[in-house]
């Protein structure tokens, strides 16, 4: 006889709990606590942090805070809007949309964190707390309330969605539990131009958060400032803001887009010392060439290791073909004839090393771009005349490669304008500009079309890809050779900007971008796949080493170690894509709908899905997915 | 075509060092699909711990004293680093998506290369490395250096070892069981884990001979001497056929083999006049990897990976 | 008496996927117990978590007296529980012989080892005549042999097969019941998974038919043969 099992009904869901903080307080008191914090920390920003000016920003003055106070300042001054905000306080209630307490916490770590760090960097530097003022000591105690508060404030989201959350679980648990914050509430439609003003202010004030990056003057003031940012920007997407701005942004496509362009124009105007704008151009030749390999890395998922060769390749033919007196070649193109000659150089060399390779594994594709990186170098330096025929002129490279002059418009020239300065740097920025839409269109262009699908397929699974249909072999020749193209796109522009190429600058590896493995780092870094990811990561990977001078000779090193802690905890990278967190971490697949509800258990038995049961996989171990 | 004995006799003694570190990118790939990036930094470290323990012995100790002693700490340090990097960067990554070890080697050769920059003493610039002293083997139609004899008698040796090992131990079949089906391996009752340490410990050691070999060949010991030989000696396991240990030291053989000759002889042929010489040398890996890729993808000998649907 | 092995409340979970959702089930020494269902029923979900490979969500498993939650899959091996997986996944470029003795992986009695491949060449005479032939040259009937010969060689206490006789013909399959058979005689103690439902329950002590994660019907195998709704389902009546 037989006996069956119905399918048993799941217990009623309790009602939502109450869920605490990470630490035990009652939410008025944490509110309390964390206010009275950020107050202090506030108040103690105008008074001096120490006797001395050798530590620079001059924190020495009452009423008027500088350097690193400045930075506290901004943290607590954000700190209590969004305690107010979240405490109902009308007119401020459009600041978190999302969670409340999920920013707080971040913010107060911020700064905290900015604050702290300056108290130790005044120690360290200064030698010892003697020399820090009161106000250092009231800053830091009241930014150490305010995190404390902020810690006790109860968590946004219901408890047990996803663990234990209560007042029962380890501290950890809670804690990352108060950092889990909701989908922000729709926003009220505003009119047209209303929204046209929000989007240009977001970006205004984007703009100025990357200047001020930029123009910080002195390594600790660099470190505070990514601490704050670091702290910040994940608040405010916990907070919600980002998502309404994307929201705003999609609805307003073109707009934003010029919005974005005209921010980026306006950074040069915005300086008044020149040596921000040249190297602000620098990280924008990185941060595109860095786009392109984003192409390639992040689209399609094929690792090069060599990419910088490719902006070697398009540098190189610019330079030959640029009327330099070192070039070997005696001719002289116009630039635009220059540019193709530069882009088609690098597609060749693109196709020729991609259509054997990318038939076999993707681990071959690592070690023949790896190798070929190399061979640029070496042969860029070879063909010197002695050790091969005379064409780069070898390790001193084509200087004196002189500036562009397009319709009379001479870029190495300060042109002045309106009262205003159009230097070098600022010229060649905006060239640079021009050519980073032009890739950041063809990369939006490209991963919304047919092709980009078919990358996400290839990248996923190529064997399936393939039984649809999709051949593997001739997307993924596209996208090495697209990738290629705009690197040698980015690399015309690059000789002209610098004036002066050789071997050197086209390495695997070292101290100073553009080289490949800093490509790679700032792709990753910054998020695969992504616009932003890309940029942001770019203008790090650049300005850390050259803003934390202290680190001197450790820079590589700590880069290394950098890399694999990246890969271990975050390897989604800054400015994540959704699909890639997924992709890493297993978080489940959210928008598939519960397996319950799929099959109808009839009487044939038939049209059961569920989970993965067919023939399996042998190299999965654990319940995860077989490799990517 | 002169000495050509000369320049076959070093191309493959060059080949048989190139072989060796080949053996352990090819044993790691075979089994994890991993290409362990920072091997060749564990071939430098391994050079590296050879020189410390020549530097820690009395000074005046003849070379061919102190190479067991160096054998052995040079060995120690290679497989301590590739066991730690396995252990601590590689492991925890296993399952996910094959970028992340990717990165994460690439992460940990420029860490390791830096290491060794920035905090053995004076290794900013190349250090010299003991030498076998007296006047070169004359064998007839070609000579050899005293420091070759160690390579010529020690890749031979490790490839019989090594052979047997494979296919008669236990451990052995355990390797090969786990490289072709690690899964099912486990269900023999077989440790994978254990097994894979095992593997990157051999290619570690190897790797630690190799550059014994090197700095006694070439006088000298630099940090960045694993960058390049790691590039050719994968290129040389490619070429061999990947995951196959006969082809990683055939595929030496080979490299080493076109390195010489190219070297010595392209300017022979017209048209290559300019293309001779130690400027070129690095190129003709390349060029090796090119046409291997494009005429016999799977190697001389034949890939031997797990079947992954 | 407790059961060799008993399986309580076992959920598994690919990501956040449940394909095993809570299935409590046990095997008698000495006997024959099948799961049987069709395809993402989660049969195979279920033997590799019984022999380690994957780690439940929940549940508890206990063999031999002995709790398996957290054991990794060669310490099952060591502790008697053998699995022959779906597939077979013979090692392609061992020999028959080679393959055999990685059976025996973690066994030291050589004398024993050798006793057994011979019996394992008795019972399946065509792996004895091939026996220096690279496995993957053999048929999908004769890999099935040989990766069941290979199991038996850890003389197991409890043997999973998975789905033995998927891709055979006939007539293999016939061979392969017929080896269960003797095995069973012989005392083995089997857990036996299969989507040839008709085979398996005539075989069987007991059987479970699993539905998308779940156990829903449960039986001796002579009843769950003549089950109205178990032969509308699954043995093509109509």
Redesign the interface.
Known sequence: MTTTHPTATAPARPGPAPTPGTLPLPAGTARAVTTAGAVLTLAATFLPWTWTRAFPGNLTVTGYPGGLQVLTLTGALLVLLFLASGHGVRGLRWLTPGGTTAPLVLLTAGTFATTWYAAGAISVTLGGVVNLEPGAWIATAGSLLALAGALGLPADTPAGTDGPSGTGAPAIQRLRHSLQAPAPRPARALPDWAEILLIAGAFAVVLYVFTYGIATEYGELFVGFLLLTGCAAPALAKAGLIRRVSRLTARHRNVSIAAAFVAAAAFPFLQSDNQFTSIAANILIFATVALGLNVVVGLA?L?D?GYVAFLGVGAYTAALVSGSPYSSVGLKFPFWAAVLTGALASLIFGVLIGA??L??R???L???T???G??FR??M??LDGI???AVTNGSTGIPQIPDLEILGFNFGETHSFLGFDFTRSANYFWLMLFFTVIVVSVFRRSDSSRIGRAWVAIREDE?AARAMGINAFRFKLIAFALGATLAGLAGTVQAHAVSSIDPEQYK??EAVPPNS?FL?AAV?LGGMGTVGGPLIGAALLFLIPAKLQFIG??Q??L??????L???FR?EGLVADRRKQL??HETGQLDVPDAKALAPVDGNGNGTTGGPDG????????P?K??? | MHDLPQQLANGLILGAMYGLIAIGYTMV?GIV?L?NFAHGEIFMIGGFGALTAWLLLPSGTSIALALPLMLLLGMACSVLVGMGAERF?YR?????????????A??????????I??FYPDAKKARPFPQFGGDPIDLGAFSIQRGELFLITAAPLCMIVLALFVSKS?TG??M??TS?????????????DRIIVTAFAIGAAFAAIAAIAHGLKYGQVDFKMG??AG?KA??AA?LGGIGNIYGAMIGGLVLGFTEAMATAYIEYIPGME??G?G??K??W??VL??LV??LR?QGLLGE?V???? | MTALLEVENLRVAYGKIEAVKGISFSVEAGQVVTLIGTNGAGKTTTLRTL???LKPLGGTVVFDGRKLNGV???KI??LGL??S?EGR??????TIA?NL???A??RKDNAGIAQDIERAYERFPILGERRKQPAGTLSGGEQQMLAMG?ALM?RPKLLMLDEPSMGLSPIMMQKIMETIGELRAQGTTILLVEQNAQAALSLADHGHVMEIGKIVLSGTGQDLLHDESVRKAYLGED
Do not use: C
């Open positions: 998922g690792l290791l054997p390779t038939r076999l993707g681990d071959y690592a070690i023949v790896l190798g070929f190399e061979i070496i042969g330096q070879n050790s091969g025929p064997t695997f590896v493995a790679l990753i000779e450790y590589l090193l880069f290394g170690v950098a890399l694999v990246l890969m271990r390897p992709e890493f023939p399996n996989d042998p190299g999965t171990t654990g995860g077989a490799e990517g | 790939y699909q290409i960067a925890p990554l296993r399952g996910g998506p094959r970028l992340a070890p990717l990165i994460t690439i992460g940990l050769s420029i860490a390791l290369q830096q290491a920059w920035a236990r079949r355990a090969q069981a072709q089906d690690p899964d099912t391996a486990k269900l023999m009752g077989i440790n994978t960058f390049i590039l994968f290129t490619v300019l293309f010489g400027a070129w690095d190129v890996a390349f990897l090119i890729l494009l993808p031997r797990t079947d992954r649907a | 022999s380690g490979l990794p899959a060669h091996v060591e053998a699995h997986p996944h013979i090692f392609p470029r061992l080679e003795q990685l059976g992986f973690l290979r850890s």
